[in-house]
């Protein structure tokens, strides 16, 4: 008879990393999303999971080792609704498979709030044919 783990909330910077990770796995895999972020990321994967810790620590803890601004870095980016749909299922599929409680659903309400924002100001540059400012 096999037991499973009950799943607990957030609470570590080591659920963290297994959520960052475990995510960022599964988009290294998607047809969908992998190719956007390997021709971006390339082989600074190392440096981008560790700057995600960084942000999630600091939005799920409220540890605060994230300083930047998220948003710039994806303007330019290739993409469209049906990206950042695949990317909430994705995150979302990831946060339920490890965690449960208040955080894991903070987890998720934060990711569906980036999506719509980046999305909305992706399409504003990208119609206006400009970029942030930093």
Do not use: C
Request: glycine share 4%; no cysteine.
């Amino acid at each position: 008879m096999t037991t499973h783990r009950q799943k607990e909330d957030i609470q570590h910077l080591e659920d963290i990393k297994l959520l960052v990770d475990s995510f960022y796995g599964r988009i290294r895999e998607d047809t969908l999303l992998k190719d956007i972020f390997n021709n971006v990321i390339r082989d600074r994967w190392p440096q981008h999971l560790e700057k995600m810790y960084r942000f999630w620590q600091t939005v799920l803890l409220d540890e605060y080792t994230y300083q930047g601004t998220p948003f710039p870095p994806h303007a330019g980016l290739p993409v469209a609704q049906e990206h950042f749909d695949r990317w909430l299922e994705l995150f979302n599929a990831t946060v339920d498979e490890h965690f449960n409680g208040t955080k894991a659903e903070r987890a998720k309400w934060q990711g569906q709030r980036m999506a719509e924002m980046f999305l909305h100001k992706i399409t504003y540059y990208t119609d206006r044919n400009s970029t942030p400012l930093i």
